[in-house]
């Protein structure tokens, strides 16, 4: 067996009235991910972390923000993709861990939520995939509610044959 670890990373600025979608789940909050798509940050890390540890093109090469057909797109869609792209390598996600650095929406509530709507989109046993909220504690450009960031690590194996 053959295992490779991938590391993933977004960040976006929360806005007032738009929808709050983070790890494919919507959250009750009045400010949401700003992006050409839906702004879905976990979804974005995890997808990153994923084509990273398989050695695929990174996200933004795959679904550019210059090209209109990504605007506002599904990031539960575009992870599909990727999951394509990884298992079609012969890749398949073994451990998945997420944390989520904001002061806007409170993550515990959804934390089950993401956890299941992640594994579901990665074909993944659900005990393989761990979400955290962490709060910034009032420090640094995120502070206030500003935003969010994600930072995913993966772990895929390839069983040889």
């Known amino acids: 067996m053959t295992l490779r ?7 976006h600025r929360l806005v007032q009235g738009r929808p709050c979608t983070l790890g494919g789940v919507q959250l009750d909050h009045p400010a949401g991910p700003e992006g050409h798509s839906d702004g879905d940050a976990v979804l974005h890390a995890v997808a990153d972390a994923l084509l990273g540890a398989a ?3 990174d996200l933004g090469s795959l679904f ?3 090209e209109a ?14 999951q394509n792209r990884v298992q079609a390598a012969g890749w398949r996600v073994t ?45 640094g450009a995120l502070a206030g509610g500003a ?6 690590v993966c772990l895929l194996s390839q069983h040889a044959d």
């Open 55 to 57: 050695g695929l093109d």
């Open 5 to 11: 670890i991938g590391l993933g990373f977004d960040l």
């Open 147 to 152: 935003g969010v960031a994600v930072q995913a």
């Open 64 to 66: 550019p923000d210059s």
């Open 95 to 139: 451990s998945l861990d997420i944390v989520i650095a904001t002061e806007g929406p409170r993550i515990a509530p959804a934390r089950a939520a993401m956890r299941a709507r992640i594994a579901e989109l990665l074909d993944a046993d659900p005990d393989a995939v761990n979400v955290k909220g962490k709060s910034l504690e009032g420090l």
């Open 69 to 82: 057909r990504w605007k506002d797109a599904d990031s539960a869609e575009l992870l599909g993709e990727v």
